[in-house]
């Protein structure tokens, strides 16, 4: 068995000093111009404003310090760039100091960027009308993703809190390099060749322009363009957008923010169901309650239209008349009495009888017993009646005396 000599080793923070005063003991790199296009350009909350510069081979990290009173660098321009170049211990990077930069115009690749979608808007194909709507509730959802990338871990998380139903379909693919283009195409017409996707996520993690610069290649704007399922984009960070973006039916500012995009949340979906299955329980008592009323009023209208109903009225009202016409005759025959009572008072007070109990007589013709009341109403030989008091006597006319004055 063999052991390793012991050997003197240095720390990472040694070599790093070490290799920071190499660089920085340079006078080639105390002052020195570069020519690059800026890419990733961001300006921190501090003020200073960090990009790379970068030609076709390489990159390198830069940093324009708020106090240096530039104006903060945009990404796609292609600068002279004036400053020194110094080691950044904690990430180990070689960064350039910027002090002073010269605008040479758009860089080459954001040239092309715009070449691109100038065309593809003459085409029609960026126009707002052309977007689709979303499946609210997809039963199966395809993914045009590497399937290595935190962008796929980030998805199905996602899917998995939200719509754990749903079923989805991976279509794996380079999303940088060379061949990243062409794959992203053949990963799309499969997923549309397949035919039960009911809408696509393509999306990648964020990264430089170059790193995001497959999804701005023509053809996987047609390919999106010609894809009869909805595609959501999220490619990169919220601030990047690609070809890819302006052409899909929705983009979405970052890979999990396109996975939320394609479903409804579960928990929220439910309770959404479960206040819809309220309300149509609320609005079924509420219909009951009116059938209810409706059938009652529909009984009673066909209890009142029953014969046995109509007899019953009709002999209420056959009821109703006859004590009507009880009443009327009773209070007629009353009516009546008082009237006889009142005439019997009269003909009491003109009854002879009165005069007759005061001492004088009444004469009556016996032949038609009218009152005797002058010589002109009797002729001799005529019976008569006389009346008195206490009884009757019987006369015959003999003679008949007037008055001599």
């Known amino acids: 068995m063999t052991t390793s000599p012991i050997v003197e080793a240095y720390s990472v923070s040694q070599i790093l000093r070490y290799l920071k005063d190499m660089v920085e003991s340079e006078r080639d790199l105390a002052d020195i111009w570069i020519k690059g296009e800026i890419a990733d350009a961001k300006v921190a909350i501090s003020g200073h404003c960090?990009?790379?510069?970068?030609?076709?081979?390489?990159?390198?990290?830069?940093?324009?310090?708020r106090r240096s009173g530039l104006a903060p660098v945009k990404t796609g321009m292609e600068v002279?760039?004036?400053?020194?170049?110094?080691?950044?211990?904690?990430?180990?990077?070689?960064?350039?100091?910027?002090?002073?930069?010269?605008?040479?115009?758009?860089?080459?690749?954001?040239?092309?960027?715009?070449?691109?979608?100038?065309?593809?808007e003459g085409m029609g194909l960026l126009d707002p009308a052309r977007r689709r709507p979303l499946p609210?509730?997809?039963?199966?959802?395809?993914?045009?993703?590497?399937?290595?990338?935190?962008?796929?871990?980030?998805?199905?998380?996602?899917?998995?809190?939200?719509?754990?139903?749903?079923?989805?379909?991976?279509?794996?693919?380079?999303?940088?390099?060379?061949?990243?283009?062409?794959?992203?195409?053949?990963?799309i017409r499969a997923l549309n060749r397949h035919g039960e996707a009911e809408v696509i996520i393509v999306a990648r993690g964020g990264g430089s322009l170059e790193d995001l610069w497959a999804f701005n290649e023509r053809d996987v704007a047609l390919a999106i363009a010609d894809s009869?399922?909805?595609?959501?984009?999220?490619?990169?960070?919220?601030?990047?957008?690609?070809?890819?973006?302006?052409?899909?039916?929705?983009?979405?500012?970052?890979?999990?923010?396109?996975?939320?995009?394609?479903?409804?949340?579960?928990?929220?979906?439910?309770?959404?169901?479960?206040?819809?299955?309220?309300?149509?329980?609320?609005?079924?008592?509420?219909?009951?309650?009116?059938?209810?009323?409706?059938?009652?009023?529909?009984?009673?209208?066909?209890?009142?239209?029953?014969?046995?109903?109509?007899?019953?009225?009709?002999?209420?009202?056959?009821?109703?008349?006859?004590?009507?016409?009880?009443?009327?005759?009773?209070?007629?025959?009353?009516?009546?009495?008082?009237?006889?009572?009142?005439?019997?008072?009269?003909?009491?007070?003109l009854s002879p009888l009165l005069t007759i109990a005061r001492g004088y007589g009444f004469v009556s013709r016996d032949h038609d017993e009218h009152a005797v009341t002058s010589i002109a109403d009797v002729q001799p030989e005529d019976t008569m009646t006389v009346h008195l008091r206490d009884g009757q006597i019987d006369a015959t006319v003999t003679q008949i005396r007037p008055h001599t004055l």
């Open 50 to 65: 960090y990009f790379t510069l970068k030609d076709e081979k390489a990159a390198i990290r830069c940093v324009i310090w």
């Open 136 to 187: 609210p509730m997809p039963k199966v959802i395809g993914i045009v993703t590497s399937a290595n990338a935190a962008a796929l871990r980030d998805i199905l998380r996602t899917f998995r809190l939200r719509w754990p139903m749903a079923r989805l379909i991976l279509a794996p693919t380079l999303v940088q390099g060379d061949e990243a283009a062409g794959q992203i195409v053949q990963a």
């Open 228 to 349: 009869a399922i909805p595609i959501v984009t999220g490619i990169g960070h919220e601030t990047d957008f690609t070809i890819a973006d302006f052409v899909a039916d929705q983009r979405a500012a970052t890979p999990t923010a396109a996975a939320a995009a394609c479903v409804p949340e579960y928990q929220v979906f439910r309770a959404a169901v479960a206040g819809q299955r309220e309300r149509l329980q609320i609005l079924l008592q509420d219909r009951l309650e009116q059938w209810y009323d409706e059938v009652s009023v529909a009984q009673q209208r066909l209890l009142r239209e029953h014969p046995r109903a109509i007899y019953d009225r009709a002999r209420q009202q056959i009821d109703d008349l006859v004590e009507t016409m009880r009443t009327r005759v009773t209070n007629r025959l009353a009516l009546d009495q008082e009237r006889l009572s009142g005439a019997a008072l009269r003909l009491q007070s």
């Open 80 to 120: 002279f760039l004036h400053g020194h170049v110094e080691l950044y211990e904690q990430r180990g990077d070689l960064q350039m100091i910027a002090d002073r930069y010269e605008d040479l115009g758009v860089g080459i690749l954001f040239q092309r960027f715009q070449a691109i979608r100038q065309e593809l």
